[in-house]
């Protein structure tokens, strides 16, 4: 039973990953190819590589700037929320605020799509559309409940003994946090901000609505390579590669840290 046992798992786990990592051959494989290669069966797996399809993207695309508005966007939006966030999670968490805590559920829970059509109106009444202001505040939308989340599990997991011991020795409430809830809650901070920073990056329903032609988002610059009549495929997978590759080096590095710090706030306590 043992043997067979070991034999099903070993079997499940590579369908499993053949299942994940396929799709992303693919695409990689493509967007070294032309049209006309990604079109033949026969070329699916011999066939004579080509950049042009790198070159056009990062060089005729802009897709330069459209990378540099994706960082900027991802990381304003994630320290902000961060600012916020941390703060108002350490507030529920000590003096159980239960309820405030259930509106943030319910904001996160809220699909981001019926929110569109009256967040572009009072946007559009503010003349903010198109800029990257709206952007980054759509995005803390997403970003703020998240982080607040986690951080009330990683403050509940804290002994509140801590902050007692260091108001006896004379520290303030908010001089106990700052030096000592809120060093020990480093990894919940940083796990917090690397899921915030990735969605911030993949977010493309917001971007696409509200965003304009010099403030475009990576996910949303993929799809000027989707035309009325027809798919520029190669461009389509290069620039697809683009927008993946950053992030599974992200998740690929960081991804220890993200594990340890969710258990962190989970099992403590």
Known sequence: MSRAYKIFRAVALAVVVISLLLPLLWMVSASFKTNVDIYDS???????????????????????????NSLWVAFAATALSLLLGVPAAYSMSRFTMRRSALVVLMARVIPGVSLLVPWYYVFSNLRLVGGFTVLILSHMFVSLPLIVYIMMGFFDGLPTELEES??????T??????????????????TAGILSFIFSWNNFMFALVLSGAD???LPVAIFDFVGYASIDWGGLMAASTVVTLPIML???????????????????G
């Open 42 to 68: 026969g070329k699916a797996l011999v066939f004579s590589p080509t950049f042009d399809n790198y070159t056009k993207v990062l060089q005729q695309a802009n897709y330069l700037q459209f990378i540099g």
């Open 166 to 171: 260091a108001q006896v020795d004379g520290l």
């Open 173 to 190: 409430p908010i001089g106990a946090f700052r030096r000592i809830t809120l060093p020990l809650s480093a990894p919940g901070i940083a």
């Open 215 to 217: 403030t475009k988002t």
């Open 250 to 268: 992200i998740a690929l590095f960081v991804q220890k840290y993200v594990v340890s710090g969710l258990t962190a706030g989970a099992t403590k």
